[in-house]
């Protein structure tokens, strides 16, 4: 079992910046990849940003080069750094990690853009 704490959501001007993070605890050890989704109200769930335990990293286009996903997987928190933000990006930002074949699953925060 994996448990995560996704934290750093808030409300922020288009154009700034949030940082959130997500600690694991658990069986940390059979995490292979961590991953942030969001999901705005009345849209379907999308992946925003990937890495692997190999420090590979994957990004949804609509947030290439605005944010940037980093972490520790030995210290159990991955980072997502979000800059240049837009109404576009408010959502409920959730963190998910792959580990023994298994997905879990973050309780989500809140990120709200004003115009």
């Known amino acids: 079992q994996v448990q995560l704490v996704e934290s750093g959501g808030g409300l922020v001007q288009a154009g700034g910046s949030l940082r959130l993070s997500c600690v694991a605890s658990?069986?940390?050890?059979?995490?292979?990849?961590m991953r942030w989704y969001r999901q705005a109200p009345g849209e379907q769930r999308e992946m925003v940003a990937r890495m692997t335990r190999d420090g590979v990293t994957n990004y949804a286009d609509a947030v290439k080069g605005r944010f940037t996903i980093s972490g520790d997987f030995a210290g159990s928190t991955v980072y997502l750094q979000m800059n240049s933000l837009k109404p576009d990006d408010t959502a409920v930002y959730s963190c998910?990690?792959?580990?023994?074949?298994?997905?879990?699953w973050g309780q989500g925060t809140q990120v709200t853009v004003s115009s």
């Open positions: 658990g069986r940390v050890f059979t995490i292979y990849a």
């Open positions: 998910n990690a792959f580990a023994a074949g298994q997905d879990y």
